[in-house]
């Protein structure tokens, strides 16, 4: 993230839904359009309140914290009255929120526990929905603006382990198509970031993941993007550059979801080949 704003999103305000701590993608997502001249109310469920550190984010940004549950429609309806007193309308949406049940308690595909898959696609992926139905009802998303959520290639690929989170992208990232063809009528255009594996609290909650990390690093030729590099990308998604830019996946991993297999890959699997025959 370079020190200094380009300031192109100078007068555009929003709300950023997710932020934890300084791990998570929606903390350095904040803080780039802070420095790039965006203002914003930061989001999340009440129980993050007991981990305290979001109030830091707040301060370093000027930003206030509005708690809502993100699958409340009396609690979005709340925030987005309390962004109408701060800014008026708004320009911009920044969805990421996540949690995989099943993942966290090691249930394994074949074997979910269905109350908390349920649970899983609507914290995960429903929520977007809920949160541009709210907007719209509370009329307070601008003409021409942007909307942007993340997602995984997971929800396009199978990762063994990834399990129902896989399910609850490809959710997401169907939701942000079917607003798309809807938004487009006014201007306002939705997307979703498909980020490398990404060193977050929500990810070192999978099973594995150190290994899907390394795998990513080792078949992407530039690595993976890191949370920094993706929140770069995320206020250009924001700011008025991409404004014909819809209904997309974009990924922005690296080179990795281009790839089939690299060097690196077929030397290691040489060598575990070799001691095996």
């Not at 930061?42 to 981990?51: G, Y």
């Not at 949406?93 to 966290?104: D, E, K």
Request: hydrophobic share 40%.
């Amino acid at each position: 993230m370079s020190a200094s704003g380009s300031g192109i999103l100078q007068g555009k305000t929003g709300v950023i839904f997710g932020a934890l701590n300084d791990s998570s993608i929606a903390w350095a997502i904040a803080k780039a359009v802070y420095r790039d001249g965006g203002r914003f109310i930061l989001s999340n469920a009440p129980v993050v309140q007991r981990f305290g550190t979001l109030d830091d984010l707040a301060e370093q940004t000027e930003s206030r914290i509005v708690w809502a549950d993100a699958t409340s429609a009396d609690d979005l309806g709340s925030l987005y009255a309390e962004a109408e007193k701060d800014f008026g309308k708004i320009d911009f949406i920044v969805h990421s929120i996540g949690m995989g049940l099943n993942v966290r308690k090691k249930k394994e595909y074949t074997e979910l526990n269905y109350e908390w898959y349920k649970k899983t696609l609507d914290i995960s992926a429903i929520s977007l929905h809920r949160i541009v139905r709210a907007a719209l009802d509370a009329e307070i998303l601008k003409d021409k603006g942007s909307i942007l959520s993340l997602s995984y290639i997971g929800a396009q690929r199978i990762f063994s382990e990834y399990s129902e989170m896989g399910d609850a992208k490809a959710l997401l990232e169907s939701i942000t198509r079917s607003f798309g063809y809807r938004l487009g009528k006014r201007g306002i255009r939705i997307n979703s970031i498909s980020q490398s594996p990404t060193k977050t609290t929500a990810g070192s909650g999978i099973e594995g993941f150190n290994a899907m990390f390394e795998f990513a690093e080792r078949i992407s030729p530039l690595g993976n993007a890191d949370a920094e590099s993706c929140a770069d990308y995320a206020v250009t998604l924001l700011s008025d550059y991409t404004r014909m830019v819809t209904m997309q996946t974009l990924y922005h991993d690296g080179g990795f979801s281009s790839m089939g297999i690299s060097d690196s890959i077929v030397e290691a699997l040489g060598a575990v080949f070799e001691n095996e025959s």
